[in-house]
Nanobody
């Protein structure tokens, strides 16, 4: 079992920045890939970014490329999502997820085994 807890969400003006954190506990060594997804009531779950736990290989969704940065601190069992140049359309609940085997494709939510409860991000115009 892997437990994931997100933090760092909040309200920010357009153009601002936020840094989300995802603390992992439990059998974290079984995690192959960690990812961030987001969802609003109006849209389907959207892939944001992913990072492989061991090698640190990174992938981003098209809508956040150049603005968001995913990173991990293996010593702290934590994954981060630095979000810059935020837009109102970035408003969503952001979820951290863990896959215990290589996700194919990496952007498909059902490839991930464990999920946090999410943290709300609101970007005002």
């Amino acid at each position: 079992q892997v437990q994931l807890v997100e933090s760092g969400g909040g309200l920010v003006q357009a153009g601002g920045s936020l840094r989300l954190s995802c603390g992992a506990s439990g059998r974290i060594f079984s995690s192959y890939t960690m990812a961030w997804f987001r969802q609003t009531p109006e849209k389907e779950r959207e892939f944001v970014a992913a990072i492989t736990w061991s090698a640190g290989t990174i992938s981003y969704g098209d809508s956040v490329k150049g603005r968001f940065t995913i990173s991990r601190d293996k010593s702290a069992n934590t994954v981060y999502l630095q979000m810059n140049s935020l837009k109102p359309e970035d408003t969503a609940v952001y979820y951290c997820a863990s896959a215990t085997r290589p996700p194919h494709p990496y952007y498909r939510g059902r490839e991930y085994d464990y999920w946090g409860r999410g943290t709300q991000v609101n970007v005002s115009s």
